[in-house]
């Protein structure tokens, strides 16, 4: 079992950063691929970003590529999503998803465990 927990969203103007983190609880954090993902108003949910259990492979969606990075932490259980030159369109609900021994995966549903969410509103 892994709990997620995200956080960092909030209010930015276009052009600007924030770094979202998705906090993990449960055993062995670094056995699972970890993946973001976001769902804007109307819309499916998309996939952002996967980095796999040791952080030396990374997807990205082409969306996002070159603005977001995806990075994590095992001794502190996280994993981030640094975002830059913010967009309107990339105004969503971000979440963080789990999955063991999860390498490139895309589609949420090939993720096991998720997040409750973290607004992220980009202002024009």
């Known amino acids: 079992q892994v709990q997620l927990v995200e956080s960092g969203g909030g209010l930015v103007q276009a052009g600007g950063s924030l770094r979202l983190s998705c906090a993990a609880s449960?055993?062995?954090?670094?056995?699972?691929?970890m993946g973001w993902f976001r769902q804007g108003p109307g819309k499916e949910r998309e996939f952002v970003a996967t980095?796999?259990?040791?952080?030396?492979?990374?997807w990205y969606a082409d969306l996002v590529k070159g603005r977001f990075t995806i990075s994590r932490d095992n001794s502190k259980n996280t994993v981030y999503l640094q975002m830059s030159s913010l967009k309107p369109e990339d105004t969503a609900v971000y979440y963080c998803a789990a999955d063991f021994l999860n390498v490139g995966k895309i589609h949420p549903y090939e993720y096991e465990y998720w997040g409750q969410g973290t607004q992220v509103t980009v202002s024009s």
């Open positions: 449960g055993r062995a954090f670094s056995t699972y691929g």
């Open positions: 980095i796999n259990w040791s952080g030396s492979v990374t």
